[in-house]
Every structure is written in C-alpha cells, then in structure tokens.
C-alpha cells in the first residue's frame, strides 16, 4: 500500500471517531475538516450547506479561513463555481482558479493573483437530494492525481451526509417530543385547572387561588396534606403556571433513599467520592437549572442534610460529593410532607430555621373524606384520561358512585385512581354496578346491604392493615427488604415504614452493619 493510500485510510478512521460530536454539527464538520487539511496538506477546505429559511448556501465550517472571510462565504443556487456544483449535483474541478471565470472567489481568502491553485469540489447528498458542497483547494501540481483525491472526496461526502443526517433527524425527534410535551403540560394544566376551578368544594377553591396567586412569584412554597391528596400534581401545576414552565421540572422523595443516596442524588458527586463513583453525576439541583425542584416528604431529610439545603436555599450554592468547588443554580423550591413540621422542630428532629425557610407560603390540601362534594367531579375526571388511555368506556350506575362517594378513600386520590385502573382492567361491562366496587373494595355482605339501606352513611371501614405479626414475617420472607415485603402485603414502601414505625417494630428487626436491615 502506498504512502497516500495509507494516509487517507488514517483520515477515514479518524473522521468515523468523531461521529460521537455529530450533535455539535458545525464543531464536527470543524474537526473533519482539519483532519483533512492536516494529513493532505491541504490550503483550504469548506463545507457549504443549503439554508432553505433563506434559499443560500453558506459555510457551516471551514479549515483556513477566518470569521470574517467565513460569513462573506454566501451563495445563491447557481451561483459561481460552489452553486453550480450545488444545481447539478455533479462533483468538479478546476485545474486552475485563475483561468476560471465561474470562480468568485467571494471569501477573498485566495490571492489568486499570487497561487496557482486547483479548486475540487464534490456535492453533500442525503437519498440523492444535494444538501450542500464539500470543497478543498490544493496547491497546483502536475504529479498530482486529482481525479484520485476527487473520489476520495466523495468518501469523505458519505460521511459528512450521515452526520447532517444524523443531527437532522435528533433534532426532527427533539422537536417532536417538545411539541408533544407542551402539548401534555398544557392539557395537564387545563384540565386540572378546570377540574380544581369546578370544585363545589370551598377549601380547594381556596387551594387554587392561592396556587395562582403564589404560581407567578419566587417564593418558596411548602404543601400539606395526608399521603395521596395530589400535593406531587399541585406541584407540577404551580410550576406549570410559573415563569419558569420551559425549564425542568424536577421531583425527588426524600424518603425514599439513605441518608448517603440522597446526599448524592441531590447535589452530585465526582468519580472517586466514594464507593462506586466511577463517573461523575450532576445532581438533581444541578438538573432542574433554571426550573423548579419539588422535594416531597421533606419531614424525612436528616439534620445532617437539613443544614446543607438551608445553606443553598439561603446561598443558592452548593458543593458536589468530592469537590470543594463551589456550584451555583437558579431553582425554585417547593417542599411537601404528611407530617406537621412544627411539631418535629419542638422535638429537635427539623431545624427551626429551615422550618421557617420552607414555610413562606404554606397550602393544606384537604383529604378526599373533607370534601365528598367533589368525588363524583373527581371519578368522571379520572374516567376521562382512563378512556383514552384504555380505549374503552365504562361507566357507573348511581349506586356504584353513590357507594363511592361515601366511601372515606384513606389514600385519597392515589387509592381512588389506582381503584379506577384496576376497575377498567378488570370490568366484563361497560355498566360497572353496586356489586362491583364493592366486591373490589372487599366489602361484607353485611356493609354493602348498610350502604343500600342508609345511603346517607358519609365513612366506611377501609381494608384491614396488616398487624405486627403479618409485618414482621412477611420481613423475614423477604430477607428484610422492605419494598419486597410491602409488595407481598399489597403496600408501598412507604406506607409500610410509617407502618413499622407506628407498631414500633424497629427494635424486632436484624441489624446489618450498626442499622436496622430495611433502612
């Protein structure tokens, strides 16, 4: 293989390695281009593409050529040597510039004058339809092969083509998926506002005027209220009405994960933190620049990591896991939990002055057993998204919602919603009746035949929690993996912890490192 074989096959692997930057389109047509000059010893080279918001080709990247000679570097279709190339998708070249009176030399980076240089040019084609021009100039010299180079080219174009092919159609996708996501954001916002506005109930009227009002402002926004009242969905709608409704929306439960997870997950960590850092992570502070960080079951962050939020929600600064170099960000905080937060601060488990922090704006969203006005309001809602998501209608005779309407739902919208879900799965009819949601809600014969003779009852039993016992083996089933056991008895994982804890059944399980083995 000769010398010049050699080097172009270097200059094909090396263009291939920069398919990574093919996102950064004009950054790798750069790195392209100067692979090329560099190993063909090459003058100058361009890439010219077709603007069809202004009907010009213009350089999207170059080797050789300054800023100023760049944006001078503008053609019509047809136009000089480059448009003509572009028209007939034929590749070209002209032994010397010089005696050529199609070349405009319009970049004026060529003294013509003083060079006698040999312009190649090949067409840029994506399934046959030409894009733009792939051109070099060379030194004029007779022991060269040019027709050699010109193919050579033209390998080159097939790699160019994919790479705009390759930022065409992720930028087709994103466009996409962001239409398709302001359409869902402002159908969520719609249709919950709606529904909210539609409320017969005077405490989420109230609920609602107070998310407008507090919607356009910086503060920072605490929301209470029992588990599954809809706080994580009031969040979303309060930073959808925001000014800051096209930045991320951002959500983590602080209940979920360890003290040293959560710490991490929140602000980031660099390699080597700890172990198991093998790369660096952004936090979820750092991903909600710009937007709103929703931090639900706030009461569950230790002091240790209470002392670090205080300082970013008064500093808007932080430190990643590992580093000591300071990081800014500009994010709203809103705040959520089921606990009363005054009553953990006078038993030293929440900082006062974080407590103060959180609570500039507090909104109490009432249970569902509060406001039984809305339940009808509330099911024929959650009906509507269920129909299109199922493609099936069902609906509920006036007993069946009477009963539903009665009933005290103790996950409040959570539960109601996954009852309506399992209802669309499981329904034989259209016609869902009495007997039905009774049977799902596992009531007795003897409860369902109260409801049809007192139909004024306003509360009924929910279903039996599982006592220690039940707890305490279905852990030990399970190696003590809480999420595990919560599955085999039909709970979440938090509600099972509020469960251990209420049963005070931290002292009955094993410990694993100095720490109970589901924590």
């Known amino acids: 293989m000769s010398n010049l074989n050699q080097i172009k096959l270097e200059v094909l692997y090396q263009a291939c390695k920069v398919i990574g930057q093919a996102l950064d389109l004009n950054r790798?047509?750069?790195e392209i281009l100067n692979i090329l000059a560099q190993k063909l010893n090459m003058a100058r080279a361009t890439i010219v593409l077709y603007d069809?918001?202004?009907?010009?080709l213009v350089i999207k990247a170059s080797y050789?050529?300054?800023?100023?000679?760049?944006?001078?570097?503008?053609?019509?279709?047809?136009?000089?040597?480059?448009?003509?190339?572009?028209?007939?998708?034929?590749?070209?070249?002209?032994?010397?510039?010089?005696?050529?009176?199609?070349f405009l030399n319009k970049t004026g980076a060529r003294k013509i004058k003083k060079e006698n240089i040999s312009f190649l040019a090949v067409p840029i084609k994506i399934e046959e339809q030409t894009i733009g021009v792939l051109s070099v100039d060379r030194l004029f010299n007779k022991n060269i092969d040019y027709m050699e180079d010109l193919r050579f080219l033209e390998i080159m174009e097939l790699i160019i083509a994919?790479?705009?092919?390759?930022?065409?159609?992720?930028?087709?996708?994103?466009?996409?998926?962001?239409?398709?996501?302001?359409?869902?954001?402002?159908?969520?916002?719609?249709?919950?506002?709606?529904?909210?506005?539609?409320?017969?109930?005077?405490?989420?009227?109230?609920?609602?005027?107070?998310?407008?009002?507090?919607?356009?402002?910086?503060?920072?926004?605490?929301?209470?209220?029992?588990?599954?009242?809809?706080?994580?969905?009031t969040a979303r709608l309060i930073h959808q009405l925001s000014t800051r409704a096209d930045y991320p929306f951002v959500k983590i439960n602080c209940a979920v994960l360890p003290e040293n997870l959560l710490e991490a997950e929140l602000f980031?960590?660099?390699?080597?933190?700890?172990?198991?850092?093998?790369?660096?992570?952004?936090?979820?502070?750092?991903e909600a620049e710009g937007g709103t960080i929703f931090l639900d079951e706030i009461g569950e962050l230790s002091l240790k990591l209470q002392a670090k939020l205080l300082r970013?929600?008064?500093?808007?600064?932080?430190?990643?896991l590992g580093s000591s170099k300071t990081k800014k960000v500009d994010v709203r905080i809103i705040t959520a939990t089921n606990q009363e937060l005054d009553n953990l601060v006078k038993k030293g488990k929440f900082r006062e002055d974080l407590y103060f922090r959180?609570?500039?704006f507090p909104i109490y969203i009432p249970p569902l057993r509060e406001r039984k006005e809305d339940l009808p309001l509330l099911v024929n809602f959650i009906l509507q998204r269920l129909t299109k998501e199922y493609q099936r209608n069902i609906y509920l005779s006036p007993q069946a919602m009477e009963?539903?309407?009665?009933?005290?739902?103790?996950?409040?919208?959570?539960?109601?919603?996954?009852?309506?879900?399992?209802?669309?799965?499981?329904?034989?009819?259209?016609?869902?009746?009495?007997?039905?949601?009774?049977?799902?809600?596992?009531?007795?014969?003897?409860?369902?035949?109260?409801?049809?003779?007192?139909?004024q009852i306003t509360s009924m039993t929910p279903p039996t929690e599982p006592n220690a016992e039940e707890i305490l083996e279905a852990l030990k089933q399970n190696n003590y993996i809480v999420a595990r056991a919560a599955k085999d008895l039909g709970m979440s994982f938090r509600q099972l912890r509020y469960r251990i804890k209420k049963l005070g059944l931290e002292q009955q399980i094993p410990l694993k490192r100095g720490r109970p083995a589901l924590f």
């Not at 069809?52 to 010009?56: A, C, G, L, V």
């Not at 970013?312 to 990643?320: G, H, V």
């Not at 879900?421 to 035949?449: C, G, W």
Request: proline fraction near 3%.
């Open 312 to 320: 970013f929600i008064q500093e808007k600064e932080f430190e990643q």
């Open 162 to 233: 994919q790479f705009v092919k390759l930022r065409n159609d992720f930028k087709s996708k994103e466009e996409k998926l962001r239409q398709e996501n302001l359409i869902l954001r402002n159908e969520l916002k719609n249709r919950f506002t709606d529904f909210m506005a539609g409320s017969r109930n005077k405490k989420m009227q109230q609920v609602l005027e107070m998310i407008k009002r507090v919607a356009a402002t910086k503060a920072t926004v605490l929301l209470l209220g029992e588990s599954g009242t809809g706080k994580t969905l």
């Open 28 to 30: 790798a047509l750069r």
């Open 403 to 455: 009963f539903l309407t009665n009933y005290s739902w103790p996950g409040n919208i959570r539960e109601l919603e996954n009852f309506l879900e399992r209802l669309f799965i499981v329904a034989d009819n259209p016609k869902v009746s009495l007997k039905d949601v009774s049977h799902m809600l596992k009531k007795t014969s003897k409860e369902l035949n109260k409801t049809q003779v007192h139909p």
């Open 358 to 360: 959180l609570n500039v």
């Open 52 to 56: 069809p918001e202004i009907d010009r």
């Open 268 to 286: 980031g960590y660099k390699r080597g933190a700890f172990t198991g850092a093998f790369t660096d992570r952004q936090g979820k502070l750092a």
């Open 64 to 102: 050789g050529l300054n800023s100023e000679e760049e944006k001078k570097g503008i053609y019509l279709p047809g136009e000089g040597v480059t448009g003509q190339i572009f028209l007939s998708g034929e590749p070209c070249v002209v032994m010397d510039v010089s005696k050529e009176p199609l």
